[in-house]
């Protein structure tokens, strides 16, 4: 399966700043994506990340708030604007593996982000 | 909108003592139930993809199966390793959003 290395693992950040995710893949994926998970909820894709493309985003989330970036096939980052407490969470990283040997979505080990 | 709920929300066994955790889903056009275990401080862990009602896959101790309402994920003679939360998702429609559940907490006493 792809390897996925996202940085920063974990931070603590001001309110009122930005933060910026990233995330590399070992191999070119087509569709790459950015989910959050709040204490005690469950995983919430914020936003598809398309090479070449502008991302998509599902309800309740903003590109202001979210810009993501998605360079090439093997690279995104997803920052966190002007940040609050209720921005800490933690963000994922996943593709898209479906159609491969691994039949399934292969997650980053997250960004546990912490806001004060 | 795609729905999952997990049950329980925590679930604490003895070593040996096998048991299910259940995913009750509704979506419209099912492309996929996805097991996942998801270990403190880590990402979730792809586990197991199931399409189609009767389907069912295996996995040492672990065993998924799917119904049209919901899916099963059978541990049989757990050990203390298998302690993780167990995430359930779909993906429907035509897109490739998965929507989770919030997960069960799987304790496995020695």
């Known amino acids: 399966s792809a390897v996925i290395s996202q940085k920063p693992s974990r931070d603590i950040c001001q309110r009122g700043t930005s933060l910026t995710i990233q995330c590399q893949v070992d191999?070119?994926?087509?569709?790459m994506f950015w989910y959050r998970q709040q204490p005690g909820q469950s995983l919430t894709l914020i936003a598809t990340?398309?090479?070449?493309?502008?991302?998509?985003?599902e309800s309740g989330f903003v590109i202001d708030k979210f810009p993501i970036s998605r360079p090439n096939l093997t690279f995104s980052t997803l920052t966190v604007s002007n940040m609050s407490p209720e921005d800490s969470s933690i963000y994922l990283c996943?593709?898209?593996?479906?159609?491969?040997?691994?039949?399934?979505?292969?997650f980053g080990s997250g960004t546990r982000l912490t806001v004060v | 909108e795609d729905q999952v709920t997990q049950s329980p929300e925590a679930l604490r066994l003895q070593e040996g003592e096998s048991s299910s955790l259940n995913c009750s889903y509704t979506?419209?056009?099912?492309?996929?139930l996805f097991w996942y275990r998801q270990d403190p401080g880590k990402g979730p862990e792809f586990l197991f993809t199931?399409?189609?009602a009767g389907e069912e896959k295996e996995k040492e101790r672990l065993k998924a199966t799917l119904t049209k309402k919901e899916s099963f994920l059978h541990i049989t003679a757990p050990k203390p390793e298998d302690s993780a939360t167990y995430l359930c998702?779909?993906?429907?429609?035509?897109?490739?959003?998965?929507?989770f559940g919030k997960g069960t907490l799987l304790t496995v006493n020695p």
């Open positions: 996943s593709v898209d593996e479906v159609g491969g040997p691994v039949a399934g979505y292969t």
């Open positions: 191999s070119q994926v087509t569709m």
């Open positions: 990340a398309n090479q070449g493309s502008e991302a998509t985003y």
């Open positions: 979506v419209s056009g099912l492309r996929g």
């Open positions: 199931l399409y189609s």
């Open positions: 998702a779909v993906r429907g429609g035509s897109n490739y959003k998965l929507t």
